[in-house]
């Protein structure tokens, strides 16, 4: 009886989940124990992650010289890195002082956008639509006043003074440090697959280097591949939006591109902001705009995502959607963005295991089939 006890699998699973349980509790009364653990991993995720960004983007490049005009590593990589910088410098010149042009703009308008959203409360309110509803109670009850809203809106701006400040201080220390991660990324970073090779198993060998090297290739393709696609979006909807004569065109563009890196739900909030400006003054500019948006994502969906990622993710949109959920409550923004790539690389490597696992059983059966012929 007691044999088959120890050997039955209900056993083993609740040894196996006791013994989890009991490491997750202990772990819970120790946390103080791994919480400089969670500050060193907290303060090198973000220099890591940028300059791993810029990493994928930029060694194809340095790669490229490298073979093709037969330069030296180090030679290449400067020359890629001051590419970059004069780059970013551009863009900067170019974009940042718009934006700042249009967000002035924006906040000067803040009154008279209350304003106008009142009124336009009001008027809406008179429609026999909304007659047997009271909504002037409710109005009343949140105090819409721009008194009001001002005054929380100091109140919060009061209360995040140190959070903007530490957000400053965080910032200065990413893009000082980010610059040397990213060159010794891409001065070191070709040797990691075979420095790492010397320490596999020789019947694994070649199978875990093959999967290094699909996982470098899928988070590379998708990175390239968003930048493009957030690029095209911007432009397309800050051209769209010039044309329909929507307001500050060139921030809604920027935060619509921006937005983009977020899968399905990416085209929603980057059109939110324009939406609301516009259906105060001219529904008709707010019906516009969506029409620019709707135009912008269908040729971003046949033309340009699957020229530029294809089908490197192949994932179900119901398990993107899932992971969004789940991602966005625990990361945040940053969650939203880094949750599907992290997923597939995920897949990647249980698909390619489970593969590996399949055919080193089969290869096993066929052995054993031909020992016992």
């Known amino acids: 009886m007691l044999d088959k006890l120890r050997q039955s699998k209900l056993m083993f699973w609740s040894v196996e989940l006791l013994v989890l349980a009991t490491l997750i509790f202990v772990s819970s009364k120790i946390q103080f124990l791994f919480k400089p653990i969670g500050t060193l991993f907290s303060t090198l995720f973000a220099p890591i992650l940028i300059g791993g960004f810029f990493y994928y983007m930029t060694n194809p490049l340095v790669s490229k010289l490298e073979k093709r005009f037969k330069m030296k590593r180090i030679w290449a990589i400067v020359l890629v890195l001051l590419l970059m910088v004069g780059l970013i410098a551009v863009l900067l010149g170019a974009v940042v002082p718009g934006l700042i042009r249009q967000v ?70 990413i893009l000082v440090t980010v610059p040397f991660v990213l060159f010794y990324m891409l001065k070191d970073g070709h040797k990691f697959v075979p420095a790492l090779s010397k320490y596999l ?59 983009n890196m977020i899968p399905y739900l990416g085209p929603y909030i980057g059109l939110a902001p324009a939406l609301v400006v516009t259906v105060v003054h001219s529904p008709v500019k707010a019906l516009l705009a969506c029409v620019v948006v709707l135009i912008v994502q269908q040729i971003d969906g046949n033309i340009i995502y699957p020229n530029v990622i294809g089908k490197s993710l192949d994932i179900h949109p119901l398990t993107i959607i899932l992971i969004l959920l789940v991602a966005g409550n625990m990361a945040g923004l940053l969650g939203m963005i880094l949750g599907v790539p992290f997923y597939a690389v995920c897949r990647t490597v249980f698909l390619y295991v489970f593969d590996i696992l399949r055919l080193n059983r089969d290869k096993e059966g066929l052995d054993k089939s031909q020992t016992k012929e």
Not at 149 to 165: D, E, R, T, W
Not at 217 to 223: A, L, V
């Open 104 to 173: 002035s703009q924006l906040a000067a308008g803040f009154p008279d956008f209350i304003k106008a959203a009142e009124t336009w409360s009001k008027e809406l309110m008179t429609h026999p639509m909304f007659q047997r509803l009271d909504f002037q109670e409710y109005l009343d009850k949140m105090d819409m006043s721009f008194g009001h809203i001002a005054k929380l809106f100091m109140n919060s701006l009061s209360n995040g003074l140190g959070s903007f400040v530490s957000v400053i201080a965080n910032a200065t220390v």
């Open 201 to 259: 198993p020789r019947n694994q060998k070649d199978e875990v280097v093959e999967l290094l090297h699909k996982m470098s290739e899928t988070i590379s393709k998708y990175i390239s591949g968003q930048a493009v696609e957030c690029l095209f979006v911007a432009v397309g909807t800050f051209l769209g939006y010039q044309l329909v004569g929507v307001p500050y065109a060139f921030l809604f563009g920027f935060i619509a591109g921006v937005a």
